[in-house]
């Protein structure tokens, strides 16, 4: 069966800081998986997704599939990216969420 | 465009009660899905549907739950018999198809809160 950890429920540094947010997950298979991010008052949005390799608001996330990890990296955080974020796996066309992480990025 | 609606955006209901959820797709969208997230989870799959028909139900809890998209475009997610456990907010997604490649797209959701 598929699983996503997210082992951090909430994570606060300071804007400038590095930040990374864990994401674990175990799938037999060749796994594809994305990170998806919920600001305060929005929907859920997609953020990066990991056959994409692209860098989406200076976020980036490798995929090492000899530690089953997806970690979301960004250099210098800044406030705007203070939300909750939540790694996924997709099995076909289903969604597997991890349980969260909130960031807060104080000034 | 416009996105994912859902409606109603909150619902509170008695136990015992039948509630229906709404979700209005991106025009267009052959894909549809609900997910549930209850408080300081994730969100968890509840059916997918492809066209009208319902290509996977495994995710609905009982057969309390039930969903339909009768045109291909609508889709109303049934609850019978509400129970307290079924608090919860109810996430639609729809995407141009099903698989992994396309993009689901949410909706706002529907807190639903059962007393």
């Known amino acids: 069966a598929q699983r996503v950890t997210q082992p951090e429920k909430l994570l606060s540094v300071f804007k400038g800081a590095p930040v990374e947010l864990k994401c674990n997950y175990s799938?037999?298979?060749?796994?594809?998986l994305f990170w998806y991010v919920q600001y305060s008052r929005q929907r859920l949005q997609l953020l990066l997704r990991?056959?994409s390799r692209e860098s989406i608001k200076g976020f980036t996330a490798d995929l090492n599939k000899g530690e089953t990890s997806f970690h979301l990296k960004k250099p210098f955080a800044q406030e705007e990216d203070s939300a909750m974020y939540y790694c996924?796996?997709?099995?076909?066309?289903?969604?597997?969420f991890g349980a969260g992480t909130t960031v807060t990025v104080r000034a | 465009g416009a996105g994912v609606s859902q409606t109603p955006s909150n619902k509170v209901t008695e136990k015992g009660k039948y509630v229906e959820l709404r979700c209005d797709p991106i025009s267009g969208h052959t894909a549809l899905y609900w997910y549930r997230q209850s408080l300081g989870q994730g969100p968890e799959f509840l059916i997918y549907f492809q066209g009208t028909g319902a290509a996977d139900d495994s995710g609905l809890p009982n057969d309390r739950f039930f969903a339909v998209r009768p045109e291909g475009s609508v889709s109303t997610l049934k609850i019978q018999r509400t129970e307290r456990g079924d608090s919860a907010v109810y996430l639609c997604?729809?995407?141009?198809?099903?698989?992994?490649?396309?993009?689901?797209?949410f909706g706002p959701g529907t807190r639903l809160t059962v007393t």
């Open positions: 799938y037999s298979g060749s796994p594809e």
């Open positions: 997604a729809s995407s141009v198809s099903g698989g992994a490649r396309y993009e689901q797209y």
């Open positions: 990991h056959i």
């Open positions: 996924a796996l997709v099995n076909d066309y289903k969604l597997s």
